[in-house]
């Protein structure tokens, strides 16, 4: 499996202001995608990383609030833009290989956000 | 797109007693339903998975079942175990080359709560 990990892995922050999130993965992967996930809630896909190109939104989720980067195979960037208290919930990265059928996806292990 | 339903929201066992889990997919074309255990402020964590050519995969104390024409998988938990408890989440997704966009974006149930009595 790969090792993924976030950072930061909690922040407060106030609304108005931006929060960029990180992801590392320790190889290389095909696939990386951002989640939320809301207190008691399921998860909820935010977009799907495309590396060297612009992110594939998911409905209701659009570029200016949630801008997404992916220089490379194993790092990826989600920016929270001028936040409210609605977008308090985890972020999540994922990724998955997706070679020889190797379909699995693994998750980070999320960024607490808090908006006040 | 894509949607999972999934049942029982909660569900309480005694330790000992088995445990199971059932969701339902609309798109025919889904291939991948893998399934994820969340403990209380942890990642989602795979805990096993099927592809649409099998019928049913076991690891241990846990198994998965797919029925293809009726589009619904389960997930079976026997000997359940205290340290079981957790939130269970399915997903499905369309695995494949070429799948129009669709490769492995996961769409998840809403989760099953799952307590273990001892």
């Known amino acids: 499996s790969a090792v993924i990990s976030q950072k930061p892995s909690r922040d407060i922050c106030q609304r108005g202001t931006s929060l960029t999130i990180q992801c590392q993965v320790d190889s290389q992967v095909t696939m990386m995608f951002w989640y939320r996930q809301q207190p008691g809630q399921s998860l909820t896909l935010i977009a799907t990383a495309n590396q060297g190109s612009e992110a594939t939104y998911e409905s209701g989720f659009v570029i200016d609030k949630f801008p997404i980067s992916r220089p490379n195979l194993t790092f990826s960037t989600l920016t929270v833009s001028n936040m409210s208290p609605e977008d308090s919930s985890i972020y999540l990265c994922?990724?998955?290989?997706?070679?020889?059928?190797?379909?699995?996806?693994?998750f980070g292990p999320g960024t607490r956000l808090t908006v006040t | 797109g894509e949607n999972v339903e999934q049942h029982p929201s909660t569900l309480s066992v005694q330790e000992g007693d088995s445990a199971v889990i059932k969701c339902t997919y609309s798109?025919?074309?889904?291939?991948?339903f893998p399934w994820y255990k969340q403990e209380l402020g942890k990642r989602p964590q795979l805990i096993i998975d099927?592809?649409?050519?099998?019928g049913e995969k076991k690891d241990q104390r846990i198994a998965v079942t797919l029925n293809k024409t009726a589009k619904h998988f389960s997930l079976h938990i026997t000997e359940t175990q205290p340290e079981d408890s957790a939130v269970y989440f399915c997903a499905a997704t369309i695995s494949a080359v070429n799948s129009g966009g669709s490769n492995y974006k996961l769409t998840f149930g809403k989760g099953t709560l799952l307590t273990v009595n001892p």
């Open positions: 099927i592809r649409s050519n099998v």
């Open positions: 994922s990724a998955a290989r997706g070679v020889s059928f190797s379909y699995e996806q693994y």
């Open positions: 798109d025919s074309a889904s291939n991948y």
